[in-house]
C-alpha cells in the first residue's frame, strides 16, 4: 500500500525513489513485523490466557513436558498478523506471486485455526481429523499450483543445485509436485514444532536464505550470472520473506525457553506452507531440502520409526520426532533448540553455497 501511495511521489520529492528498491521495502517490512509483534504480542497472551486457550500436554510424552500444560497455544495468530500486515503495507501488491503466497499462508494458517481450535476451547482432542485437515491443505495448495501454472510466464522445469544444466520439464505434473512441497512442508514444519522455539528458529533462517533466493531469481543480471532460473517478479517475495523474518524474531521473544506461548497449528501450518510456495516460486523447490533439512530430519524420523515398527516391531529413536529422542536421551531442552538452530545455520549457507556452485 505504502509502496503504491508513496512512490508516485517521487516525481515531485525524490527522497520517494527510495520505495521502489525491493531491499529498502524487506527491511522495513521486517522491521514492521516486529513492532507489530511486539505491540499485539503481550495483548494477544494475555487474551489467549483470559480466554483459557492453554494447551493440554499428552501424557505418553517426556516428563518435562507436564510443566508446560496450560501455556496458551494459537499464538500463530500473531505470526500471521505480522506477515500480512507488513506485506500489504510494503510490498508491490500488483505482484501475483505475492497474492498467491499470502493465499497459501492465510488458508493454510484457516485450517490450522479451525484444528487448534476445536482441540483447545472446544476440548476435541482431536481437532480436525487428519483426512479433514489434508483434504483442506491439498485443495489450497492446488488453487496455488493451478494459478501459477496457467500464469504465462511461470516455467514448469525443475531446477537442481549443484547440475544447473539439468532442468527437466515437469509440465502439467509441476502442479501435483507442487502441491507436494507446499503440503509437505507444511507437515514437516508441524511435526517439528515441539520444543521452546525448534520450529521458529529454523523458519527465521529459512525465510532469510528464501529472502536472498527471492531476490536474486527476480533480478535478471544476476540471476544470469549465477545460472539460475530467472522468475521476473519473484524478487517481490523477499519483501514477504523480510515480514517472515521479523514475524518469527517477534513470535521468537515470546516462544523463546521457556515459552509464554506456543504457535499452534495456526502458525506451524501457515508457515510451512509459506516456505514451500516460496520455493516452488523462487524454483528453488529442491534446495528446500537443505533449507529445510532440520523439518525434513523431524519428518523423516517420523516416518522411519513409524516403518520400523510397522515392520519390524522395533524402534528406531527411543521416540519420533527425533527431538524427542534427544529429550529422553537426558540432553536439557535448550540444548536440543540451540543445536538444532546451529544446524540450520550450517544447512541454511550450504544452500547459498549452490548459488555459485555448478
Ligand atoms: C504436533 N505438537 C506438539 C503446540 C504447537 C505421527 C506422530 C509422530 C505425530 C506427532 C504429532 O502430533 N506432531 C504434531 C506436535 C505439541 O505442541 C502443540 O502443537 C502445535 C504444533 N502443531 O504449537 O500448540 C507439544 O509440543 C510441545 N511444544 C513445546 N514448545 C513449543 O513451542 O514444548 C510445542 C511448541 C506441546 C508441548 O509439549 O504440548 C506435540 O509434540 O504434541 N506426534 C508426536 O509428536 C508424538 N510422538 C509419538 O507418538 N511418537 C511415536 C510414533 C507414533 C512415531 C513413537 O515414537 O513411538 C509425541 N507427542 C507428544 N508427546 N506430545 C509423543 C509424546
Not at 156 to 165: D, S, V, Y
Not at 168 to 187: H, K
Amino acid at each position: 500500500m505504502l509502496y503504491h501511495l508513496l512512490y508516485p511521489l517521487h516525481t515531485q520529492y525524490s527522497v520517494f525513489y527510495v520505495f521502489r528498491f525491493i531491499p529498502f521495502r524487506t527491511i522495513y517490512a521486517a522491521i514492521t513485523a516486529l513492532v507489530i509483534s511486539f505491540i499485539i504480542g503481550p495483548w494477544l497472551i494475555g487474551k489467549l490466557q483470559d480466554l483459557q486457550i492453554g494447551q493440554s500436554i499428552r501424557k505418553v510424552g517426556p516428563e518435562s513436558h507436564f510443566k508446560k500444560e496450560g501455556t496458551p497455544t494459537m499464538g500463530g495468530t500473531l505470526i500471521l498478523l505480522a506477515i500480512v500486515l507488513p506485506t500489504l503495507l510494503w510490498a508491490d501488491l500488483t505482484n501475483i506471486y505475492v497474492w498467491v503466497t499470502l493465499m497459501v499462508t492465510v488458508g493454510f494458517g484457516a485450517v490450522g485455526f479451525v484444528d487448534d481450535y476445536r482441540k483447545v476451547k472446544l476440548k476435541n482432542s482431536d481437532g480436525l481429523s487428519a483426512r479433514q485437515k489434508m483434504f483442506w491443505l491439498i485443495l489450497i495448495s492446488l488453487a496455488g499450483g493451478l494459478i501459477l501454472y496457467y500464469y504465462p510466464p511461470f516455467r514448469t522445469t525443475l531446477a537442481f543445485p549443484f547440475f544447473k544444466g539439468l532442468r527437466p520439464d515437469l509440465g502439467i505434473f509441476y502442479i501435483p509436485f507442487a502441491v507436494l512441497v507446499i503440503v509437505g512442508a507444511s507437515n514437516a514444519v508441524n511435526l517439528t514444532d515441539g520444543l521452546d522455539g525448534l520450529a521458529i528458529g529454523p523458519m527465521i533462517i529459512a525465510a532469510g536464505t528464501y529472502l536472498i533466493f527471492a531476490y536474486v531469481a527476480g533480478n535478471a543480471k544476476l540471476s544470469d550470472y549465477l545460472q539460475i532460473s530467472s522468475v521476473q517478479g519473484a524478487g517481490e517475495l523477499s519483501v514477504l520473506c523480510g515480514a517472515m523474518v521479523g514475524a518469527g524474531l517477534g513470535f521468537l521473544w515470546f516462544n523463546s525457553y521457556p515459552a509464554q506461548v506456543f504457535m499452534g497449528d495456526v502458525g506451524s501450518l501457515s508457515l510451512g506452507g509459506a516456505l514451500g510456495t516460496i520455493a516452488v516460486i523462487t524454483k528453488q523447490e529442491i534446495v528446500l531440502v537443505i533449507v529445510g533439512g532440520i523439518f525434513v530430519l523431524e519428518a523423516l524420523s517420523v516416518i522411519f520409526q513409524v516403518t520400523s515398527f510397522r515392520l519390524y516391531g522395533k524402534r528406531i529413536f527411543r521416540m519420533a520426532p527425533i527431538h524427542h529422542h534427544f529429550e529422553l536421551k537426558g540432553w536439557p531442552e535448550p540444548k536440543i533448540i540451540v543445536r538444532f538452530w546451529i544446524i540450520s545455520i550450517i544447512l541454511a549457507l550450504v544452500a547459498l553455497s549452490t548459488l555459485k556452485l555448478r
